[in-house]
């Protein structure tokens, strides 16, 4: 093979993977409106609302705060804040607790039914996926689940990664 046939194979191996990259980024990260908009619709049935849900959020991730580090976490004044807490701890997602350590610290912790909502949100998702899977071939179902564990496998590897960068020297 001559040196410019090698070269131009390997523009075109580049090329069909830049190809297949921007597919499956494509695929992975559409999000029509129709969609976004039942999404919503399910999340925000009953009295829970974008905020509630981010709440619940920072706090299944940081766990426990103190009000003022979760205010500053959702970009609200304390007051803002208090009244959320007020109407997400009247319908039983979070409750306040004084710090042990601390009696003057008070810590906004989830609730067993504030971590129900994510647990039902996860349900839904997960019945949706099963019934748009279920059209799928038994092919089909098979190279998508090898190319969705490759996914897992390096975010696995790009966490493991990041944590040992933030690891103290």
Do not use: C, Y
Request: glycine share 6%.
């Amino acid at each position: 093979m001559t040196l410019n046939v090698r070269a131009r194979s390997r523009r075109n191996a580049r090329t069909t993977r830049r190809d297949t990259l921007k597919g499956l980024l494509d695929e992975l990260t559409s999000w029509g409106a129709r969609e976004r908009a039942g999404a919503f619709k399910h999340w925000l049935r009953g009295s829970l609302s974008l905020v509630h849900l981010h709440v619940l959020t920072v706090l299944q991730v940081r766990g426990p705060l103190p009000m003022s580090k979760l205010a500053d976490e959702l970009d609200v004044s304390v007051a803002s804040l208090t009244g959320i807490i007020d109407r997400m701890e009247a319908r039983g997602l979070v409750e306040r607790r004084r710090e042990p350590d601390d009696r003057r610290v008070i810590l906004v912790h989830r609730t067993d039914a504030g971590d129900a909502v994510f647990d039902e949100m996860a349900a839904e998702r997960r019945k949706h996926l099963e019934v748009l899977l279920d059209r799928m071939s038994d092919k089909e179902l098979e190279s998508f689940l090898v190319g969705l564990r490759a996914l897992r496998r390096v975010r696995d590897e790009a966490s493991a990664e990041a944590r040992e960068g933030d690891a103290p020297a």
